[in-house]
């Protein structure tokens, strides 16, 4: 006697695949659109949705990596002089028109040619927004992987030590990663690893469009953690 199937009523469906998570966190990340623009954190509007932020040094490929992950041209603005970027850009992003997350462009940093003034008021607002906005899930780090982790990224990291301590998602993308060979590329993984202090390393590449995928369903689970 042979064992009826379930109905499809009562059949369990199947896991989702990693491909599948994948699709659905760039189809997520791709409706990320602007909200508004702050020079200074007591500008910004308080939100009640969960907020990641991208920081990095002036010319490390953070604006391009913002626009790679949602598959834009120009939601973030790539200046071709770094160090441009003075406010703190917010993003909405959720599917159907209807808000679920707020991805944070906070100004580059570490640009030589910015006037002193202008990099201590840029460290302050970058201190505080990390240090204090209540509504901030993660942070991206952009680094580029041929410098490695600088002596301001260093600082920042002591930073927000102590709010990964405390729950605080990290993710540290190695831009420009097809500047490397594999062996390079393995190295400094390995070497960025030991020094993000408990967040997640990732080569990235918006070229060759190497962990894109991987980063959105990272960035997409911090933002839904319950599925």
Known sequence: MTTPAPSPASATPPAATETDRIRTALGWMHTAHFLTS???LEHLPPVDLPEIAFVGRSNAGKSTAINTLTQQTRLAFASKTPGRTQHINLFGVGKQKIDDGVLADLPG????AVPKEAKLRWQRVM????????SLRGVVL????????????EILLDVIRPRVAEGLKLLVLLTKSDKLTRSEGARVLSITRLQAGGGEVKLFSALKKQGVGEAA????RWIHPNT
């Open 38 to 40: 702050a020079p200074q």
């Open 142 to 153: 952009m680094v580029d992987p041929r410098q490695g982790l600088t002596e301001l990224d």
């Open 217 to 220: 369903e990272l960035l997409w």
């Open 127 to 134: 201190g505080n927004y990390l240090m204090t906005r209540e």
């Open 109 to 112: 940093y570490g640009y030589a």
